[in-house]
């Protein structure tokens, strides 16, 4: 580490913290060693146990805090209880109502895993749709697979499809929108046999919350759709 970034990220802008020098490991002559070798081996062994021990850590501070923040909590419930100024059945009813609240501002915030639910096998998935896509790829140019959604854990387990790592885990785009499998200049995707199931059954025809088409029978596209992917409205 530098003693620039020493300065920027070290315990004196952030006295809780310990830092864990993040430096890569390097070789004798200051080169980063190639992954297939026994010293890039090891350089990505370090760096993952790094990665974990680092996670690790954060889980464990977090859940202490969260512990005594419950206990906080429920002593205060007991004491209000106690001296008969709240019901717990008043406490059940505005709970229910705060964690709906919660709950959904969690999920617009993008913080949370996001899985496909229900999950469908894909490799039995009864609902694939039928669209002639190789006669309509010169207009649609294959706007579908700008399409953000959440891969399965089938999906994960696999480990073919890859997902987004700052939003676990829906599937990865590149820089120009396109989901990372699709062959920028056919227009193919190169995991056809392992798309994940909203590929498979995703229809253009229909499909109202994803309107492609203008007029599909005339090959006229949506236009207001198309550019608000070229500008960037739908988060990726
Ligand atoms: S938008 Fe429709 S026609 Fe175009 S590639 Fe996707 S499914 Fe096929
Ligand atoms: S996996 Fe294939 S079909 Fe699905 S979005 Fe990516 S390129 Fe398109």
Redesign the pocket.
């Known amino acids: 580490m530098s003693a620039q970034n020493s300065e920027t990220i070290g315990p004196a802008k952030y006295p809780g913290l310990k830092v864990i020098d993040p430096s890569p490991a390097v070789s004798a002559n200051g080169k980063m060693p190639s992954a297939n070798t026994a010293d890039g081996y090891e350089r990505l062994r370090q760096e993952t146990a790094r990665g974990l021990r680092y996670c690790h850590t954060r889980i464990n501070a977090n859940t202490s805090k969260s512990l005594e923040v419950a206990s906080f909590l429920y002593a205060l419930i007991e004491l209000l209880v106690e001296k008969g100024m709240l019901t717990l059945a008043e406490l059940d009813e505005r709970k229910q109502k705060v964690a709906e609240r919660l709950v959904q501002k969690f999920k617009d915030s993008g913080l949370g895993l996001m899985y496909q639910d229900p999950e469908h096998d894909k490799y039995t998935f009864a609902h694939e749709s039928h669209v002639d896509c190789e006669n309509r790829i010169a207009a649609c140019r ?1 706007m ?2 700008k ?1 953000p959604f959440a891969l399965s854990q089938q999906d994960i387990e696999e480990g073919i ?1 890859k997902w987004d790592f700052g939003r676990p885990y829906l ?1 990865a785009h590149g820089d120009d929108g ?5 062959d920028r200049e056919t227009f193919e ?4 046999e392992h ?2 199931v ?2 498979r059954g995703f229809d253009c025809r229909d499909n109202e919350r994803w309107k492609v088409w203008e007029d599909f029978e005339g090959k006229i596209i949506n236009v207001e759709l198309q550019d608000s992917f070229e500008n960037g409205k739908h988060a990726r």
């Open positions: 294959a579908c697979c399409f499809i599937i396109y989901c990372v499998h699709l995707c190169t995991v056809r798309r994940p909203p590929c």
